[in-house]
């Protein structure tokens, strides 16, 4: 079940950048598998991918080529992650750009290839090779919805972003044409969901002309405020990627540095992409049923305020009690104070759900009524806000409940 999820149906071609899919049957037969994403000469490409230190062959290319420069297609695969597959899943990996590079006439080192689904199995080279041919003859600039699909993989709704910016500058009310871009992209991702990435996939594309050092610092702090602040359970994957294309189309002059007056509509249009597509992985959590929001306030540090929230959002009791719209704002309470913040003042903190205090200066609230608590624990959306009365750092994160059905998708996965 996806909490607020809506499909999106229409998206805006982002020039120079072509999609084409096709159906390798990699794991399944007759679904769309297989996608490939040509970017015109002259792109810029930046990402950011899993910490896992069993990181998948894919990834492990990808970062390689990405560091050359002048990356000109991405292949993408579901069904099989390609992970835990030994030097043989990295001479797949670099096999799948080279027969790419040899359709295409470019280099191997300008193919970023990606893979997603059950670690530890080889992936089915003669399935994928022989199908890149037909993604490649599907190419087409309006392929994002069937793109949105065919990187799916426990998804249960495909997940997308569009939108046309117009790059005003302070004290100005219109843009000129020449201001004007289009930003879309997809992601994927409902299970093994956890930071440093989580496993996922997200390529968001612009047709902007950013210079290649901005935009790679851009990449990073974009990811840091969006993939990099989502948990559905924890588990940090192998196979996570955010890719960030700027495919330099666009009629404008380059933005080369945050002092740019048309730098702040940039950052600020492209956070609504990456946070969109961040969410939506929360909302297709596998077998969640509530979206919650857990901002930490007050806090001494980030790093503080962080390990605030991720107990929080990972404690099986509270997530738990989530799904069964129990109101049992103690396993929150417990949660906050084993995060391991030194020198914790219980007087000074306060919880609220939503607007509802349940804990004042270190103790349950006078106001409270368990009443009021189980109406919010009831409702799809819920914001979880602790102050810590400790400085005046906050942050947030975004996460699920826990269900039955997370249990089963996980324990049927390979069957």
Do not use: W
């Given at each position: 079940m996806a909490v607020g999820l809506e499909v999106l149906k229409h998206y805006h071609p982002v020039n120079g950048v072509n999609i084409g899919i096709a159906q390798a049957g990699i794991k399944y037969e007759n679904r769309n598998d297989l996608v490939i994403f040509e970017l015109a000469e002259g792109s810029r490409v930046s990402g950011v991918f899993t910490l896992n230190a069993f990181c998948a062959a894919p990834v492990q290319v990808a970062k390689k080529h990405l560091a050359e420069g002048n990356i000109r297609y991405l292949?993408?695969?579901?069904?099989?992650?390609?992970?835990?597959?030994?030097?043989?899943?990295?001479?797949?990996?670099?096999?799948?750009?080279?027969?790419?590079?040899y359709l295409t006439k470019v280099q191997a080192q300008q193919i970023l290839p990606f893979s997603t689904g059950v670690i530890g199995e080889p992936l089915p080279m003669d399935k994928l090779l022989s199908t890149l041919p037909k993604a490649l003859g599907a190419l087409t600039d309006n392929a994002w919805v069937t793109a949105a699909e065919g990187i799916m993989t426990t998804d249960t709704l495909p997940k997308g972003y569009s939108q046309q910016v117009a790059l005003t500058t302070a004290g100005t009310e219109q843009a000129s044409s020449q201001d004007m871009i289009n930003i879309s992209g997809i992601s994927k991702g409902a299970g093994m969901i956890m930071p440093n990435m989580a496993t996922m996939l997200a390529y968001l594309t612009t047709d902007a002309v950013i210079a290649q050092p901005l935009l790679d610092s851009m990449c990073k702090e974009l990811a840091d405020k969006s993939f990099n602040r989502v948990t559905v359970d924890g588990d940090t994957s192998t196979n996570d990627s955010?890719?960030?294309?700027?495919?330099?189309?666009?009629?404008?002059?380059?933005?080369?540095?945050?002092?740019?007056?048309?730098?702040?509509?940039?950052?600020?249009?492209?956070?609504?992409?990456?946070?969109?597509?961040?969410?939506?992985?929360?909302?297709?959590?596998?077998?969640?049923?509530?979206f919650v929001?857990?901002?930490?306030?007050?806090?001494?540090?980030?790093?503080?305020?962080?390990?605030?929230?991720?107990?929080?959002?990972?404690?099986?009791?509270?997530?738990?009690?989530?799904?069964a719209c129990d109101a049992n704002w103690g396993r929150i309470l417990a949660a906050v104070g084993r995060a391991g913040v030194k020198d914790m003042v219980l007087e000074n903190i306060d919880i609220y759900l939503d607007d509802v205090c349940i804990v004042k200066n270190g103790g349950r609230a006078a106001s409270y009524r368990e009443e009021a608590g189980a109406a919010i624990f009831a409702q799809a959306e819920i914001t979880i806000n602790i102050r810590l009365g400790r400085g005046d750092i906050s942050e947030r994160v975004w996460t699920t409940d826990l269900s039955h059905d997370y249990v089963s998708i996980n324990a049927d996965y390979r069957s």
């Open positions: 292949v993408i695969n579901t069904g099989n992650a390609n992970a835990g597959t030994g030097p043989q899943g990295l001479a797949d990996a670099l096999e799948s750009c080279t027969q790419l590079a955010c890719i960030l294309v700027a495919t330099a189309k666009a009629d404008m002059e380059e933005i080369s540095s945050a002092q740019d007056p048309r730098y702040a509509a940039l950052f600020s249009a492209l956070l609504d992409a990456f946070t969109v597509l961040s969410h939506a992985i929360v909302r297709d959590g596998e077998g969640a049923t509530k929001t857990i901002n930490v306030e007050q806090a001494a540090s980030v790093q503080e305020a962080l390990d605030v929230a991720y107990t929080v959002a990972h404690s099986p009791l509270v997530k738990t009690a989530l799904f």
